[in-house]
């Protein structure tokens, strides 16, 4: 469920767990580079670690993992020259922090304390009181246990960047002066241009993930006023490949999904909940979790929850407004949208929500109001055809109060909400990040998505290089929303939005 962090309090809370987390992985990066197998000869692989890149003293470390390298196959979703495609990754480190406030979080997995009382709404594993910006070091850790890692910087295809950007960023969103915010940006593409990995492909090779919001490092000016840092302003930044919990228009950006509260470490913990979650029998035909936005001219959402709350017998309302907010416990959230049909995702401070994910994991259809908010971001992971998985109603047929929520989703015959089920359920394995303890055999999570969608990038940057071609063109690209929507089917009124 989003959270609504504007408060300078709420602010400082999320900090002092979030950055103690940091320190800790810090430290155990130094001494934990397990590995899983490269597939070079079957001969033991070492990771290439670049430790404290941005502090004064700069030291290199190889260090040997700590069990011989099988000679398992790559994933299957690789194709072609499987032994050439291998990623490095480049350890940036962010500057350290100190905090006392230590609660339950395990330091370097970024998933959470376990959710200790399920209370038989959530299956008594595997489920995690996840905060939704930890999408960076929970990738990172992934990273990882990728199972083509190597030393050899000549032998990678990318190159991953694991700089916390998002954790940077947020820690100087209030009350900071611009070059505060963006000191720890022009470090890193700084260091990153002085390598001689970076001029192979002059940084198009390489990319990293920010677990904010694209708006975050979008700032184009000096005013001390604007938003953001400006990370992706910088020239470095242009022929790298961003990815985000929600992405900007730019060519070079690609959402990926927020983090849920499930991180399974089997398949079969998949499947199980996918039965659990298709079986399920809905008292409500919709739902909706979140609060108003009153003081945002064109947010939808007080009519949203007027409408919910004329329609008692319908429309089950979780109100994230007051204290001891439900919406932040995995428990609340999940009972709600499994005893739901439809799930209301209008924008809320961004296009994008958290909660679109939590439905899914719930089995219940996303209904959403704007194209933003899904349609032209998770490219990568929802069906062209949208009205296979969810609903789209405009967000001005409810502004001017000409479209009864209700009305529409009755509508819906028992065969096409059946059918849309079985479109969200297909989802579920996805949009998880599976435990990086473990790892899923059968099903590509969000992560091996990511992983697989950026290789092919870069492939075809590469081939494009070869052939001739300026490797420039359309790589970073403002105003590129209708070429990240190409393709999609159906009835589908978004030329108004372009």
């Known amino acids: 469920m989003e959270k609504l962090i504007t408060g300078r309090q709420s602010h400082i809370q999320l900090w002092s767990v979030v950055l103690v987390s ?49 000679t398992t196959a790559p994933p299957a979703m690789f194709t072609g020259n ?7 990754v480049q350890d940036v480190a962010d500057q350290q922090y100190s905090s006392s406030d230590w609660k339950r979080e395990d330091p370097c997995s970024g998933i959470g304390p376990k959710v200790e009382n399920p209370q038989g709404v959530l299956s008594d594993r595997s489920w995690f ?61 700084n260091w990153l241009g002085k390598k001689a990995e970076w001029k192979r492909m002059w940084g198009r090779d390489h990319f990293f993930v920010a677990g904010r919001i694209a708006w975050d490092f979008r700032r184009q000016t000096g005013n001390q006023s604007d938003w953001g840092n400006r990370l992706m302003s910088l020239p470095e930044s242009m022929n790298m490949t961003m990815l985000s919990i929600e992405s900007s228009s730019w060519s070079n950006e690609f959402a990926i999904p927020y983090p849920t509260y499930f991180h399974p470490s089997s398949d079969s913990e998949v499947i199980s909940w996918q039965k659990r979650v298709r079986s399920r029998k809905r008292r409500y035909l919709f739902s909706f979790a979140g609060a108003p936005r009153p003081t945002m001219n064109d947010s939808i959402r007080g009519e949203i929850i007027n409408q919910c709350l004329a329609s008692k017998k319908t429309c089950n309302f979780l109100d994230c407004r007051f204290g001891g907010n439900k919406c932040d416990t995995p428990v609340e959230v999940i009972k709600v949208f499994r005893d739901s049909i439809f799930c209301l995702q209008p924008p809320g401070d961004s296009y994008t929500r958290r909660s679109t994910f939590d439905s ?67 989802l579920i394995p996805m949009v998880i990040y599976a435990d990086p303890r473990s790892r899923l055999e059968r099903f590509e999570d969000a992560f091996d998505i990511a992983v697989k969608r950026v290789l092919e990038r870069v492939e075809k940057v590469r081939k494009d290089v070869k052939e001739g071609k300026d490797p420039s063109v359309d790589f970073a690209v403002e105003n590129h929303w209708k070429l990240k929507l190409s393709g999609i089917v159906g009835d589908h009124p978004l030329d108004q939005f372009f």
Not at 39 to 65: E, P
Not at 82 to 88: A, C, G, L, P, R
Not at 143 to 170: E, H, I, R, W
């Open 22 to 70: 940091f320190v800790f992985c810090l430290v155990l990066l130094c001494l934990d580079y397990s590995v899983l197998p490269s597939t070079k000869n079957g001969v033991s692989s070492l990771v290439y670690i670049f430790s404290d890149a941005l502090n004064t003293t700069k030291t290199t470390q190889l260090v040997a993992m700590d069990k011989p390298c099988e």
């Open 129 to 189: 009181e996840t905060n939704q910006f930890l999408l960076e070091v929970i990738f990172h850790q992934r990273m990882k246990q990728y199972k083509c890692l190597t030393n050899d910087s000549s032998l990678a295809s990318a190159f991953f960047v694991p700089y916390y950007a998002g954790l940077d960023v947020g820690r100087y969103l209030w009350g900071y002066n611009t070059s505060v915010r963006d000191s720890s940006a022009y470090d890193v593409v």
């Open 360 to 426: 899914i994991m719930a089995g219940c259809i996303p209904v959403f109001f704007h194209p933003y908010s899904a349609y032209a971001q998770y490219v990568w992971y929802f069906p062209k055809n949208y009205t296979k998985y969810s609903v789209y109603i405009p967000a001005n047929n409810i502004k001017d109060g000409r479209v009864s929520i209700n009305e529409v989703l009755s509508r819906f015959s028992k065969g096409q909400v059946s059918a849309m089920r079985k479109g969200v359920v297909k």
């Open 82 to 88: 499987k032994d050439k495609i291998q990623v490095e």
